[in-house]
């Protein structure tokens, strides 16, 4: 059970983990182009957006892994009876 718990915090940290390196990202790289121009730091807009969908990947597979965990316990249940 100790172990289930670890893996849920670790899966909640690093979901947040990706919407701070988006948001970080997205306001350091506006900021960039503010003060010296978008020719240089437009392209660099490609962080946040593969950070969110690192997010979006992410919390889809803990969706995924615990539909898989519920339908585990679901089979031993059965099995038990």
Same mark, same amino acid.
């Given at each position: ?20 390196? #988006? ?12 003060? /010296?121009? $978008? !020719?240089?730091?437009? %392209? ?12 979006? #990947? ?12 519920? /339908?585990? $316990? !679901?089979?031993?249940? %059965?099995?038990?009876?």
């Amino acid at each position: 059970m100790a172990q289930k718990d670890f893996i849920s915090r670790y899966n909640q940290f690093s979901g947040y983990f990706w919407l701070l390196i #988006t948001g970080l990202s997205f306001l350091v790289i506006t900021f960039k182009i503010i003060t /010296e121009g $978008a !020719q240089t730091w437009v %392209a660099y807009y490609v962080v946040p957006v593969m950070a969110l969908l690192m997010y979006f #990947t992410k919390r889809w597979m803990m969706k995924r892994m615990y539909r898989h965990l519920n /339908e585990m $316990a !679901q089979q031993k249940e %059965a099995e038990n009876k």
